[in-house]
């Protein structure tokens, strides 16, 4: 049975240089094989130590029991910070605590289906872009998922299309981001003090900077909007207009600016790493390929109805499979800030602590074929017990993605609409290789050709 590509392992032993140049140019590629099946694995460098998790009682101890003692790390946190400043996936304690009463509210209760017409939209667009691009013998199915997941951002948050000039802008400039922003920066190897500078790129600062800029403009604007009276009731509404229940503040537009950075990050970023992977997987396996675009029909009976994502159970069970495959956030770090003890081994404060869900999702004493594709193991009892402890595509506990519920709509939804439109086909010697970027992408691109099941619809 062919198997989805995987990233070669390192040998297992390498000199903490040869990791450290391994670990900057890729992190999953940088790894041993034996962490697929390690319970903890020991990591040391000159300024610091970590320890990767795979237990899942710990990794339920740092997230969901004690995730107070084990916050974000400052280390990870040191690439970002141009773009993302102090958002909510950046920060801890009280300030992340506000940051999220502020922005749950959102995300709750029948809020999805106020946001699934522009989900809807953006998908009929992006059928529409294909169509146009099936002469060409084969594209890189990673540049339309990101134009797609873009759409969906900047339709459900600001209640405008891809088209519109800014938000074109800001696609672009996060492209130009995403190829110059290494995961890690030197901050996160050396214990740097705050006034020390952290190196970073021209280019990174340059592209995060015209980012911000632009969004910058969006909120000021929409910020006049709501002043006026005449805002759209669309997420980034709901969030400016949004109390702190305990204080009464609200974000101020520079706060607005770096939530509205890490919604297009987290939001158009993963979304998009995982459409691509699925739809690559699809084109792997064509009997699921033809299962799922049969389904995708139920599409055309209720067009737009919210209602209609009840019927697209085995494009949900595709996605949670590419998802569990590959994973769009790799790694997790926190850092632990009291003594502690995992399996017998002394932690201390400031040693680092990776929870990795790209092992996880792949572990071999917790998963059945755990590199195999299989969207019906989630009706098995092993998938069950798994995804409760060892699954992990959103985080989880008090940390867990608040858009989780909304990205389990958007791509099964976009899955659909391209497989009822378009046979799918792997491009013969351009297999793609997993590499970490900023989320989990194709080395060279994620190549497929598409042939359509039908013509364009009006």
Known sequence: MTLPPKPAARPDRVSLWRYLRLFRQDILSAQPARLYRAWMAEFRTLFFRSYLCNDPELVSRVLKDRPQDFPKSNRIREGLRPLLGNSVFLTNGETWARQRRIIDPAFEGGKLRDSFPAMWQAGGASVARLHLKIDKQAIDIEEETSHV???????????????????????????????TAPVLNLGAFLPLPRWFPRF????????????????????????QQIARGNAPDDLATKIMTTPDPETGRGFDTDEMVDQVAIFFLAGHETSASALAWALYLLALYPEWQERVAEEALALDTAPGDFAVLGALRLSRAVFREALRLYPPVPMLV???????????????????????????????????????FDPARWETENARTAARCAYLPFSTGPRVCPGAGFAMAEGPLLLSMIARDFVLEPVAGRTPVPVAQLTVRGKDG?????????????
């Open 334 to 372: 926190r850092e632990a800030t009291c003594p502690e003890t995992f399996r017998e081994r002394p932690i201390r404060p400031g040693d680092q602590i990776v929870l990795s869900p790209w092992h996880l999702h792949r572990h071999e004493r917790i998963w059945d074929a755990p590199d195999a």
């Open 149 to 179: 997941a873009a759409d969906v951002i900047f339709r459900t948050l600001f209640s405008i299309p891809i088209e519109d000039e800014t938000a074109a802008a800001v696609f672009h400039a996060f492209r130009a981001h995403q190829r």
């Open 200 to 223: 970073h790129a021209h280019k990174t600062k340059a592209t995060a900077q015209h980012i911000r800029r632009l969004i910058t403009h969006l909120t000021a604007e929409r910020a």
């Open 446 to 458: 994620i190549w497929l050709r598409l042939t359509p099941r039908r013509s364009q619809r009006p």
